[in-house]
T-cell receptor, first 117, second 113 residues
Framework: AQTVTQSQPEMSVQEAETVTLSCTYDTSESNYYLFWYKQPPSRQMILVIRQEAYKQQNATENRFSVNFQKAAKSFSLKISDSQLGDTAMYFCAFMLLSGGGADGLTFGKGTHLIIQP | KAGVTQTPRYLIKTRGQQVTLSCSPISGHRSVSWYQQTPGQGLQFLFEYFSETQRNKGNFPGRFSGRQFSNSRSEMNVSTLELGDSALYLC????????????FGEGSRLTVL
């Protein structure tokens, strides 16, 4: 079974700062996707960024980027120029691809990110 | 384009009762998956349906079941409710079962008394 670990239950930074959220995972498989999801106080989960394991290039989406270290099984999220609207729970998630399809997401426990004005 | 719609948003049940939750995916999406979110266990995968067939199932007892209709709408049912079933139940839809982006609904908050 796969596991996802987020070691930072809560982080707080000032607006406009850069923050990095950590995530490690454990799997013996080689074909998988990794995700960061954001869950604002309204509760609707939103995809922030996705990384295919076979791609060496780190994914980026505007102010969001990842540092994907496959050998170390590490998948951190960097948020640049943080904004008040970035305040939310952030979940790292793993999806195994197998048998022509994909398994359900395995989530970490989450990091509560607070952006201070 | 309408998002994923879950009903009801809030409900209160007592132990021993059963509950049915509904999820309408984004138009054109054929895959629907369900997750349970609790403070203690976090987010856990329940099951996934694609083209009316259950493709995957998480580690939950048989009291948890689901189905998908021909229009891709899905329902999940929990029978013989226990206090520990109190949770936010999230539904997510995607175009297909191949690891694409999941779009989540706002969830159904179930409280079991």
């Amino acid at each position: 079974a796969q596991t996802v670990t987020q070691s930072q239950p809560e982080m707080s930074v000032q607006e406009a700062e850069t923050v990095t959220l950590s995530c490690t995972y454990d799997t013996s498989e080689s074909n998988y996707y990794l995700f960061w999801y954001k869950q604002p106080p309204s509760r609707q989960m939103i995809l922030v960024i996705r990384q295919e394991a076979y791609k060496q290039q780190n994914a980026t989406e505007n102010r969001f980027s990842v540092n994907f270290q496959k050998a170390a099984k590490s998948f951190s999220l960097k948020i640049s120029d943080s904004q008040l609207g970035d305040t939310a729970m952030y979940f790292c998630a793993f999806m195994l691809l197998s048998g022509g399809g994909a398994d359900g997401l395995t989530f970490g426990k989450g990091t509560h990110l607070i952006i201070q004005p | 384009k309408a998002g994923v719609t879950q009903t009801p948003r809030y409900l209160i049940k007592t132990r021993g009762q059963q509950v049915t939750l509904s999820c309408s995916p984004i138009s054109g999406h054929r895959s629907v998956s369900w997750y349970q979110q609790t403070p203690g266990q976090g987010l856990q995968f329940l099951f996934e349906y694609f083209s009316e067939t259950q493709r995957n199932k998480g580690n939950f007892p048989g009291r948890f079941s689901g189905r998908q209709f021909s229009n891709s709408r899905s329902e999940m049912n929990v029978s013989t409710l226990e206090l520990g079933d109190s949770a936010l139940y999230l539904c997510a839809s995607s175009l297909g079962p191949l690891g694409g982006e999941l779009f989540f609904g706002e969830g159904s908050r179930l409280t079991v008394l």
